[in-house]
């Protein structure tokens, strides 16, 4: 008895899938560039900070966006910190990833479940500390 022949996947998917998520996040980035969050009402409430009146972890992120496409690097760093530093990590990872393809060794997940581990624990530090008095300045 024969096996049946293999089914290879089409190879244009990806490509397509590439260009309409990069599309989409031009068209976003396009959005926000033109669109002050503080000044515009179409970008999302954070419920957490409707209903309880505390900042979260992702709190200020738009705005810190915002900013950044706009050169203000140390307003993006006030109004949330962490997402800047994650920004930072994911593109500085995005390199050694890169540069580990060009020199055709092995690739390796983009996460490890020790680095998930460490950023669950780093956002739910962030998230308490920058709402205890004293630590203000963490707060958009």
């Known amino acids: 008895m024969m096996a049946p022949p293999r089914i290879n996947p089409p190879t244009a998917f990806p490509r397509v899938a590439t260009l309409v998520l990069g599309l989409g996040l031009v068209g976003g980035l396009a ?9 515009y009402g179409i970008y999302p ?45 994911g593109a500085g990872r995005a390199v050694w990833m890169g540069v580990r393809k060009w020199r055709h060794l092995p690739t390796v997940p983009w996460w490890s479940k020790w680095m998930l581990w460490g950023l669950v624990c780093l956002t739910i530090l962030f998230g308490v500390i920058r709402n205890l008095p004293g630590f203000e300045w963490l707060s958009p």
Not at 31 to 39: D, E, G, H, K
Not at 62 to 80: E, K, P, Q, S
């Open 45 to 89: 409430v954070c419920l957490f900070h409707k209903w309880t009146g505390l900042n979260c972890p992702g709190c200020g992120g738009t705005r810190a966006a915002y900013a950044l496409l706009h050169g203000r690097l140390v307003t993006a760093f006030h109004d949330n910190a962490l997402f800047l530093l994650c920004l930072v990590f």
């Open 31 to 39: 959005v926000l560039f033109f669109f002050n969050p503080s000044a």
